[in-house]
């Protein structure tokens, strides 16, 4: 018989702020030279900026979210009962989709940084093997999951921290501005299209905070804790965008660091040597901030993908706990079934004009983004609908909060969409078929 028993709650507010930040803290590592690629430093500022101002009014109206009904699922929870169950189901596969595809990504990243200790290494291989391990870390036991998040979030931060102090002495705005607004030297209609096609890349910088609501089912106090970890979380990681991307800029010779999957380092490296103690102690202690991210969203996607499971939207076997350590260990081994399937096919995909982390990273920002615009929208409808429910954290300055939130939501779909055509046509056609499933309306 199918377990669908209810998650035990034993997290914190520390833990729930640790998850909160461990699962977009690899964006401070990698990704965002993807940016400077597109629109260039000062560009992608502008870019960031924009993204982050989003970020922080989208994480405001989802804390009201997430402490009114507090349950593993998250979105496609507020979606089914704002919207039915169709578009229920359409934010889940939505969420789905974000959480699956970034753990791939990340993963590459991971074997990357390897790469730079240990030479003729794998990435392919390290990527694989990481999957392997953090699964069997979030099999074993939440609390542990969480302990563990919070030690290697704490330390990555830690770890940005001594990056930013050890580039700070040689740090120049004018050699920051080299690159400018991606070879145009002021803002304008010719740097726009540069700066538009970055949004995926500044997303990165904070996808997956929403994932912390996915658990929200599991914490203690989710009264005081969820509107806590929310709030201190998105402010942490809008201070450590700022001061890394500067930080890393700062010694110029910025094209070098653009599209690479190990900026840090080859920023570093600039400044002490290849064989310094600094630049291997930034490899080691900053693949903490990777495997932070890899295994926060690891724990993310398989609440998500238990939590449609037990509503019935995905196959019931999905929601089976484990006997022993109660935990939804068939989804946490589909979902990494499919990111290893991602990073493993690698050499058999076509091209599609850009390396995979960078697609991988652009189709989990497309779940992201349609989750984010589905989520306000329920937002506005419940307000309206049920305006008795229980709200223990109110989103402040009520409507232009959360309307900020879905205009801005909105828009940044819409860029994203018409900047890479061939992965939205692909991840629509995921949606449509979700849509037409059977399941799509069977809800609770």
Aim: aromatic residues 12%.
């Amino acid at each position: 018989m199918v377990s669908e028993s209810k998650l035990e709650a034993s997290l914190s507010t520390l833990h729930l702020w640790g998850l909160a930040v461990g699962l977009v803290i690899s964006g401070e590592y990698f990704g965002w030279s993807y940016g400077w690629q597109s629109a260039g430093t000062l560009g992608f500022l502008v870019t960031t900026a924009v993204v982050g101002l989003f970020y922080l009014t989208f994480v405001l109206s989802l804390t009201e979210l997430a402490s009114a009904l507090p349950s593993a699922g998250g979105a496609y929870l507020y979606a089914e009962r704002a919207l039915g169950p169709r578009w229920g189901f359409l934010a889940g596969l939505a969420s789905v989709v974000e959480l699956v595809f970034a753990p791939p990504a990340i993963a590459l990243s991971i074997g990357a940084y390897l790469a730079v200790q240990f030479e003729g290494l794998s990435p392919t291989l390290a990527a694989l093997g990481c999957y392997g391990v953090f699964m069997s870390l979030n099999i074993w036991g939440v609390r542990i999951a969480a302990v563990f998040e919070l030690v290697v979030t704490c330390l990555a931060v830690m770890e940005l921290l001594v990056f930013v102090g050890v580039m700070a002495p040689v740090f120049s705005f004018s050699a920051f501005a080299e690159s400018g607004f991606s070879g145009h030297p002021s803002f304008g209609w010719p740097a726009l299209p540069g700066i538009i096609g970055a949004v995926p890349f500044a997303i990165w910088f904070f996808l997956g905070i929403e994932g912390a609501a996915l658990v929200v089912e599991e914490v203690k106090d989710p009264v005081r804790s969820v509107p806590r970890a929310f709030v201190y979380g998105i402010v942490t990681l809008l201070l450590l965008a700022l001061v890394v991307m500067l930080a890393a800029g700062g010694t110029g010779q910025v094209a070098e660091l653009a599209g690479r999957n190990d900026p840090l380092p080859a920023a570093m490296s600039r400044v002490v040597g290849t064989s310094s103690g600094w630049l291997h102690m930034l490899v080691w202690v900053g693949l903490f901030g990777l495997i932070a991210s890899f295994h926060g969203i690891i724990l993310g996607y398989s609440r998500q993908i238990f939590g449609l499971s037990r509503a019935g939207y995905l196959p019931r076997g999905l929601s089976r706990l484990h006997p022993r350590r109660h935990t939804p260990h068939f989804a946490i081994l589909v979902g990494g079934a499919v990111g290893s399937l991602a990073i493993a096919s690698e050499p058999l995909l076509p091209s599609l004009g850009e390396p995979l982390t960078a697609s991988l990273v652009t189709l989990s920002v497309l779940g992201a983004l349609t989750l984010y615009v589905l989520t306000m929208v329920s937002f506005f409808v419940l307000r309206f609908r049920e305006p008795e429910l229980l709200r223990p954290f109110r989103t402040p300055f009520y409507p232009w909060v959360p309307g900020a939130a879905l205009f801005l939501g909105l828009g940044l779909l819409v860029l994203v969409v018409a900047t890479k055509p061939l992965l939205s046509l692909g991840f629509g056609a995921v949606l449509l078929l979700g849509a037409r499933a059977p399941q799509a309306q069977a809800g609770r």
